[in-house]
């Protein structure tokens, strides 16, 4: 196993380049079952779950080759099987990508309950389901979710989605790609992500409306042909290397991002006394004096995301005064707060709500990643923190965030992922 020892308490300086996004790659790469064809995907990033991802494509027939190290080569036109075994897919939460996928091409699917992170509450799947049922299609809820479309092609169907749902409004809309007929998806997330898969599918021959607004639209097809398509960078690793430099100040210059995409994240630093400025694709962050306090409320986009939230309350723990931090979109995702206050970080949390007394510093602790997002944190933590921390869990931070070690050594960061062993960590943690 390998853990990140980190020194703190240095500013952060230099450049950094921000990668593909992880959660429009997880359902665009599955998407490419849907294609009768080459698809070349550029803009990859290099994380576990996009290996995995392709590993399951790999298994199911697919041919893949990777081109360089970003840019992928998928052909579908060799899978012949539905199912996906429980031990490949519950690696990661995005396989449920593999049964609208799947419903789409094949009109059925097989595939084991999905697994991946685990922030504390339920991560239910009823609104995909509904959306799957709507069209035509029989679906069964056990160790495998297994799916079949009356007459072996999925309907088009109106679905009006319970809740935002970025998982069930992508899913449904790869399930409605090829199907007989126009699928209406009302209140649908408008993630940039579904915008991008939405794009992807189009460029293949899809002829989806609507992507990015409340109400997509997408009329059925008789099949997608190949193509290239570049993945949008991630907002989320943008985001975290903002909250690095909230935290540990310096001056960075984050490259190759969206800036629109950004406006929820750097609106809120900016209440906090960081200075962000805009140009073209970058943003030059610096932060020089002390941090304010703010609030912040996770909601869906275009909202703050969810997925920022563990880093944003990270540098809140650090700013002066008390700032109230609302989750809007999951049940229980602070768990990293225990982990946090073992910091010195002073965080009440009371259900969805966590009030952060800002503290001037953070101490050095052993401290573990719960999960991807948890893990973030804890890199923006232990970068500001004075003296030796060391994180562990680091699988579950590598799943989204490509090379960051290296990323951030660039950056002037003392950070190196080490191996060790369980029984190390057993004894560092009843000492820590
Ligand atoms: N929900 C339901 N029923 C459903 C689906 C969702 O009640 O059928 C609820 C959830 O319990 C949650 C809310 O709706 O309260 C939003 O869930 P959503 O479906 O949007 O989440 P997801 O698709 O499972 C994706 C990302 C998450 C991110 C959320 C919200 C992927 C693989 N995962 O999850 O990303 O937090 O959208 O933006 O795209 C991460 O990257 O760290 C991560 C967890």
Known sequence: MQKYIVRGGRPLYGEVRISGAKNAAVAIIPAALLVDGVCRIENVPQISDVTVLLKILDRLGANIRFLNPTDVEIDCRGVRTTHVPQELAHKLRASYYLIG??????????????GGCNFG?????????????????????????????KGGRMKGASVYLDVVSVGA???????????????????????PHIVDLANFLNSMGANIKGAGTDTIRVFGVDSLHGGTYAIIPDQIEAGTYMAAVAATGGEVLVRG???????????????????????????????????????????PYPGFPTDMQPQITTVLALAQGTSIVTEGVWDNRYRYVGELMRMGAQIHVEGRTAIVEGVS??????????????GAAMVVATLAAPGTSEITGVQYIERGYEDIVGKLRSLGADIQSVEYSDDEEFIQRQIG
């Open 361 to 374: 510093h953070l101490k050095p602790a052993t401290v573990q990643a719960f999960d991807l997002r948890a």
């Open 257 to 299: 991002i969206i800036p629109k995409h950004m406006d929820c994240i750097t609106a809120k630093l900016q209440e906090m006394g960081v200075t962000v400025e805009e140009k073209d694709d970058t943003l030059l962050i610096r932060r020089e004096g002390a941090l304010s306090r703010t609030n912040v409320k996770t909601l």
């Open 101 to 114: 996928a799947l419903l789409g091409r094949f009109g059925s699917a097989e595939v084991s309950m999905p």
């Open 169 to 191: 409004t992508m899913n449904i809309m790869m399930a409605a790609s090829l199907a007989e007929g126009t699928t209406i998806i009302e209140n649908a997330a408008k993630e």
């Open 121 to 149: 509450g339920v991560r239910p799947i009823d609104q995909h389901v509904k959306g799957f049922a709507a069209m035509g299609a029989d679906v069964r809820e056990g160790d495998y979710i297994v799916a079949n479309a």
